[in-house]
């Protein structure tokens, strides 16, 4: 069989496509008046800039107005639910591919991708002074309204995460276990986020994975549940993949498999732990890391490091953008993976690091460690 909206091969029995993530027998976009009828989804238009409440974990999904533009397609108008009222093509969405930039130094580019119909990815950034929050959160696409889950989830995360994190009683193991204390209640503030947005009527509820990094004082803290990933990656030495994935690929490279084999595996990118009503846990696996020099902190999806794991092939790419601007690095990477194939949502973030650091347009790229979670 073949799936009736990206046309990809289906497995014997399959539920859900794994490139596109369309539950297998729903009909395929029709034109004009079927497509109103059967296609339009509410939370398309959902914000990326929508508003926060002041207690974590209740973030509030406004949705944006309906758009005025014409059809791109065949100039038609666009009706309040997003479809061309002439052809039935969808128009754009401002949650397909979305940008943020709350400092020089820091910023992100959030894409739908190509094979994908929706835009299950989020982001949430904020930047204040030399401190620094990168939240990716990517909705997993065999569960319903994922993307109103994902967004939510990275909002809460980040309004928890906003203030300076704890020093503890000024002994070391004191300050990690109070930072590890905020890090595992942003977590649990993202899940209520993503359970609070759950239809009540699905059987699929939303679910997300989630990774967060937080730059302070000459280090970068970092959590994650999931298979989103950070990384360091130095102007010079070593690159690093901070965080570990909860996932089958983790599972098989613990167990001895070289992690480009484990990683291409069919069974790859099936997480382990993630965030939403069937979640077995939502506790994040936290680490730190000192930035002895400057150089780049990328949290993204899978999106992006599915065509370039290794920290040596980011740092690649990150000297590919021939700019020391991180909108510009940021809007590279993600053209960087629809040019490679597009099959994900496509999520980079990125914060320059590193005491006194002046952005270089080409870092050193080096082999890549393990992680330090």
């Known amino acids: 069989m073949k799936c009736s ?3 990809a091969l289906l497995d014997e029995g399959a539920k859900f496509c ?15 008046a079927a497509a109103l009828d059967t296609e339009a989804n509410p939370l398309d238009e959902v914000s990326p800039i929508s508003a926060v409440t002041a207690r974590p974990g209740e973030a509030t999904v406004e949705t944006a107005p309906p758009s005025t533009a ?3 397609e065949c100039g038609g108008v666009v009706g309040e639910d997003g479809y061309c009222t002439q052809c039935g093509t969808k128009a754009p969405s401002a949650r397909d591919h979305f940008e943020e930039r709350p400092a020089d130094w820091v910023a992100g580019v959030c894409d739908r991708g190509i094979r994908h119909a929706v835009n299950e990815d989020a982001m949430a950034l904020a930047a204040d002074g030399d401190r ?24 809460a995360a980040l ?7 704890p020093k503890g009683l000024g002994v ?10 905020v890090f595992t209640e942003a977590a649990a503030a993202a899940n209520r986020a993503v359970l609070a947005v759950a239809p009540d009527d699905t059987r699929n509820p939303p679910s997300c994975t989630f990774v967060a990094a937080v730059v302070e004082d000459g280090a970068v803290h970092h959590a994650g549940v999931g298979d989103s990933r950070a990384y360091l990656l130095p102007d010079a030495g ?13 599972v098989l490279i613990a167990g001895g498999t070289p992690r480009a084999e484990a990683e291409a595996s069919k069974q790859a990118h099936s997480i382990t732990k993630w965030l939403g009503k069937d979640s077995p846990d939502v506790t994040p696996r936290v680490g730190q890391a000192q930035v002895s020099g400057p150089g780049w902190l990328l949290v993204c999806s899978d999106g992006l490091w599915n065509y370039a794991s290794e920290p040596a092939a980011l740092a690649e790419q990150i000297a590919a953008a021939g700019s020391s601007d991180p909108q510009v ?4 990477l993600v053209a960087f993976a629809n040019a490679a194939g597009g099959q994900d949502n496509i999520t980079a973030t990125l914060a320059r690091v590193g005491k006194n650091a002046v952005a270089a347009p080409a870092p050193v790229a080096a082999a890549g460690g393990e992680t330090d979670g």
């Open 5 to 7: 909206h990206c046309g």
């Open 18 to 32: 794994e490139e596109c993530g369309r539950p297998v027998g729903e009909p395929a976009a029709a034109p004009a």
């Open 70 to 72: 014409p059809c791109l």
């Open 132 to 155: 620094a929050v990168l939240v990716v959160c990517d909705g997993v696409s065999n569960t319903d309204q994922s993307e109103v889950g994902s967004l939510a989830a990275a909002k």
């Open 159 to 165: 309004e928890v995460l906003r203030p300076p994190l």
């Open 172 to 181: 070391p193991e004191s300050a990690a276990a109070a930072v590890t204390q």
């Open 238 to 250: 070593n690159g690093r993949l901070l965080t570990i994935d909860d996932s089958m690929a983790q």
């Open 329 to 332: 690095i940021a809007t590279h």
